[in-house]
């Protein structure tokens, strides 16, 4: 079985440039997240997806960041325009909609 | 009291050690607490994961003690390897929020030859 395939695995950017993410879920799996890790810390959720409803995005920054899920399968993450403080990793996770999450390998973010 | 606070921050045993790596949560609500392996430049792999219906879960060489009253969580690694050296991350959820995962602040383990 395919795991949670996430693109790109790296991304250097100016500040104030976009960048997107991209997340492909495990098949099947209908609850699908986005976490930011920073260097050294755990995994923070940012939204959270059933099907193609977002019904936890209490965490993401409105102001510059964008999420969505077409169709209930992939999913994209935007920041834009992006500030040094978001050089991270950001994680995407599924789920079948039991208790146990499933990432990625994660796309490591650099703002300079 | 939506923290889970880990410890140590960093671990260095031998090869065949039994590391101990600590949690606390606050939140009496969170009822789904498992424990993730993370290597360099990799995404966190789920090891084992615990409901506190039960005080301790084995699965191969990882080890999960849970003590509902203390509201603490263990992970030990039975005859640890080198290949074992990782970051490892617990982590607390609550069902009715759909399973956002509060994770801890991870423990670097280096396992020595």
């Known amino acids: 079985e395919a795991g949670v395939v996430q693109s790109p695995r790296y991304k250097i950017i100016e500040k104030k440039q976009p960048v997107a993410f991209w997340c492909n879920p495990i098949?099947?799996?209908?609850?699908l997240y986005w976490y930011r890790q920073n260097l050294g810390q755990g995994p923070e959720l940012l939204i959270r997806?059933?099907?193609?409803?977002?019904?936890?995005d209490s965490q993401l920054p409105k102001d510059r960041f964008s999420a969505e899920r077409l169709k209930g399968v992939d999913s994209t993450l935007k920041i834009q325009p992006a500030e040094l403080g978001d050089s991270a990793v950001y994680l995407c996770?599924?789920?079948?909609?039991?208790?146990?999450?499933?990432f990625g390998p994660g796309t490591r973010l650099t703002v300079l | 009291q939506q923290q889970v606070k880990q410890s140590p921050q960093s671990l260095i045993v031998q090869k065949g050690g039994i590391p101990i790596i600590n949690c606390a949560y606050e939140?009496?609500?969170?009822?789904?607490f498992p424990w993730y392996q993370q290597f360099p430049g990799k995404g966190p792999a789920l090891l084992i994961a615990?409901?506190?219906?039960?005080s301790e879960k084995k699965e191969g060489r990882f080890t999960i003690s849970f003590n509902k009253s203390a509201k603490q969580f263990s992970l030990h690694i039975m005859d640890s390897q080198p290949g074992d050296s990782a970051t490892y991350f617990c982590?607390?959820?609550?069902?009715?929020?759909?399973?956002?995962?509060?994770f801890g602040q991870g423990t670097e383990l280096s396992v020595k030859p």
């Open positions: 982590a607390a959820s609550k069902n009715n929020q759909g399973g956002k995962l509060i």
């Open positions: 615990i409901r506190p219906d039960v």
């Open positions: 098949s099947g799996h209908n609850t």
């Open positions: 996770a599924s789920s079948p909609g039991t208790a146990e999450q499933f």
């Open positions: 939140n009496t609500a969170f009822d789904y």
């Open positions: 997806y059933e099907n193609e409803e977002a019904v936890d």
